[in-house]
């Protein structure tokens, strides 16, 4: 079985962290390879091909968006080329016909305090032979329900999660339709986490999903081969 890990990248005019730090960290990122099977599958275009930005043309929809206390980083913007992780690893999928298991790292990862390439490199090798889609999260279930849409729902960290091949698709699928249900009720566009944490409650897709408790530290990562906890 292989793995291989995939990120992104999208410019975004005034957002608190310029492009230049953001490729100052994943060139140290990139460190991660001598450790791993296979290079990381990176992309990165302009907001105008992601796929959310092309659905809010298409719908000409005009969203408001949540920005909780950091209405400088949280843009809408910021929000469309988080929503684009997925897309990503399916497309990644497409061009490795032969990797079973994909995991998404974001490519600002090393911002995170304490975390080391080293500890990336034990939880991508750790899902080698993953079976199941993994996403490490800081709330169980019913901490994140009482969660509103104007705050970050920390249901699932974000930054790094796995996929199998088999399940891409579907995931893909469930996620994307949860964005545009949300949308189109709401009017608002919040952080894909809480989109994640909406999919994993509404989702008519039966999709085994393996949380595991982290937080925004070595624990994303460290904590992989540990027992599922189902809350």
Known sequence: MSVH????????????????EYEDLFNKLTGVTALLDNPIYFFQHAIDTCWLFEYLAWSKLSPTHSVADNPKKNS???HIVNHQKIRWMCAAAQAKPH??????????????PGVTIEDVAYAVNAAKN????????CW??????????SQVNWR???GFFVVPRTYLADLETAFRAETMRHLRETNNLSWEVNTLQRMEQHCAIRLPIWWYKADHDKSMFRNYPRVANVN
């Open 99 to 112: 990797v079973d298991v994909f995991a998404w790292i974001d490519a600002g990862i090393l911002s995170v």
């Open 156 to 158: 699932f960290c974000g």
């Open 5 to 20: 890990l995939v990120s992104g990248f999208v410019p975004i005019e005034g957002h608190s962290r310029s492009t230049t």
């Open 76 to 78: 809408l913007a910021y």
């Open 130 to 137: 993953e079976k199941t889609i993994v996403i490490p999260g």
């Open 140 to 149: 169980g279930r019913p901490e994140a329900k009482l969660c509103p849409d």
